[in-house]
Every structure is written in structure tokens, then in C-alpha cells.
């Protein structure tokens, strides 16, 4: 993998970065609340169309559990 690559943790396959590591990050607080840094979890990279078939904004539930976890 090169270093502007990264391997989707759901589908598998091998992506170009859209976006720094910081900028993903940023979302994930938005979404979770909470900065990955600060996570008890071990964090991996989704591809965005990955990410958008779990659609965060319509399944507020399994956010809230997700946050428990973290």
C-alpha cells in the first residue's frame, strides 16, 4: 500500500486518502461526541460509501451505543 492509500476496515479494498487523519477526526467527534484520541477503542479507516450505508443520522441509537463504547 502506498502511503497515500489506506484499506477500508468494512469492504476490504484499497482507497486513495480523501482526507489527513486530523480531518477524519474531526468528523468522528462530530458524529461520537468525543475525540478518537481520547477513545478506549482502537479506531479504523472506513471508506465514505461504507460509512454512509451504516447513515449515522438515521440510526441514532446505534450512535448512542457506540459512544458507550468508546
Excluded at 497515500?4 to 482526507?19: H, T
Aim: charged letters at 40%; one cysteine or more; a negative charge.
Amino acid at each position: 500500500m502506498k502511503a497515500n492509500e489506506y484499506k477500508c476496515a468494512m469492504c476490504g479494498n484499497v482507497y486513495k486518502k480523501g482526507w489527513t487523519y486530523e480531518e477524519a477526526k474531526e468528523e468522528a467527534k462530530e458524529i461520537f461526541s468525543k475525540h478518537p484520541d481520547d477513545w478506549k477503542i482502537e479506531q479504523e479507516v472506513i471508506y465514505d460509501d461504507c460509512f454512509n450505508k451504516i447513515n449515522p443520522a438515521e440510526n441514532k441509537e446505534e450512535v448512542e451505543k457506540a459512544k458507550k463504547l468508546i
